[in-house]
């Protein structure tokens, strides 16, 4: 994997997202305004995309953010469901896409659909197939997190921010590929 200025861009502009995010979790105390579902999309978006951390090594750079994107990933729900004050914070009306059926599920039936039609039986590869569902489940994670900022009609500073440095990282990996 070769490295440039735009994925690097990326990368900081991804992890500069997850920093405001916990630090707006961390400062209010509270998670109005966040959706959960975003989050829960994005982990299976990393981990399914991320499996080859077990068969391949790029470079230590890479498995790095791998490992950081999952963990912090993870982290942001674990706060946001289990750690009071922010627990009783979470308004789980505002957040009510019905991301496993609307989301996931589709991409994952686009995914095989896409890879059977692409490579067929005979050459069916487990780890292309959920890296192709990662890739189409990411282009639309991002939906409960807007539904909830048009529910809320008002968007705090550090929320704002988050939300525009997850698009400003979306944004600078188109221009790396």
């Not at 067929?120 to 639309?140: K, P, Q």
């Not at 400003?168 to 221009?175: E, M, Q």
Request: aromatic share 16%.
């Amino acid at each position: 994997m070769s490295m440039n200025i735009f994925r690097l861009a990326g990368d900081m502009s991804h992890v500069f997202s997850i920093i405001v995010l916990l630090l707006r979790l961390r400062v209010a105390k509270n998670a109005q305004g966040i959706s959960i579902r975003t989050h829960e999309l994005f982990l299976l978006v990393f981990v399914t995309r991320y499996l080859d951390l077990f068969t391949t090594f790029y470079s230590v750079y890479n498995s790095v953010m791998k490992i950081l994107y999952i963990g912090s990933t993870a982290s942001i729900i674990y706060t946001i469901k289990f750690q009071e004050p922010i627990k009783s914070t979470f308004d789980k009306s505002q957040d009510t896409f019905l991301h496993w059926k609307f989301a996931a599920a589709p991409c994952a039936v686009i995914a095989l659909l896409t890879h059977l039609i692409g490579s067929g039986f005979s050459d069916f590869d487990f780890m292309e197939l959920v890296w192709t569902f990662s890739i189409y489940l990411e282009a639309i994670a991002i939906l409960p997190q807007l539904i909830v900022l048009q529910r809320y009609r008002e968007v705090e500073n550090l929320t704002g921010n988050y939300v525009f440095f997850m698009g400003s990282y979306r944004f600078l990996y188109i221009l790396n590929w």
